[in-house]
């Protein structure tokens, strides 16, 4: 099971560290993905982390602002996310996923079945 936290509400320009938690397995045989969901809007692959952390992947929208990372001792990835915009609001879910582009850019996961994840609010 994976269980995010970090998310809450920031100001413009801002920053959060968001984590993901693994219990009952270990994450580091795995890659990790992290995604988000805006009202109204489908989910969006954000970034990920291959199961060797050779290889990361960050959309487009979020370059230069957020940085993906693991801790392996710790059992957790995080997302740690600076500069952010009011367009980065969302509700923020990680999963064991196939770091590569078609699945970032195209996410197809039966997301009802995918925990609450982390609510991420940008705004003044």
């Known amino acids: 099971q994976l269980v995010e936290s970090g998310g809450g509400l920031v100001q413009p320009g801002g920053s959060l560290r968001l984590s993901c938690a693994a219990s009952?397995?270990?994450?580091?045989?795995?890659?990790i993905g992290w995604f988000r969901q805006a009202t109204g809007k489908d989910h969006e692959g954000v970034s990920c982390?291959?199961?060797?952390?050779?290889?990361?992947y960050y959309t487009d929208s979020v370059k230069g602002r957020f940085t993906i990372s693991r801790d392996k001792a710790e059992n957790t990835v995080y997302l740690q996310m600076n500069s952010l915009k009011p367009e980065d609001t969302a509700v923020y879910y990680c999963a064991a996923a196939p770091c590569t582009i078609a699945t970032m850019q195209n996410p197809k996961f039966d997301f009802a079945s995918w925990g609450q994840g982390t609510q991420v609010t940008v705004s003044s």
């Open positions: 009952g397995f270990t994450l580091d045989y795995y890659s």
């Open positions: 982390i291959s199961s060797t952390d050779r290889y990361t």
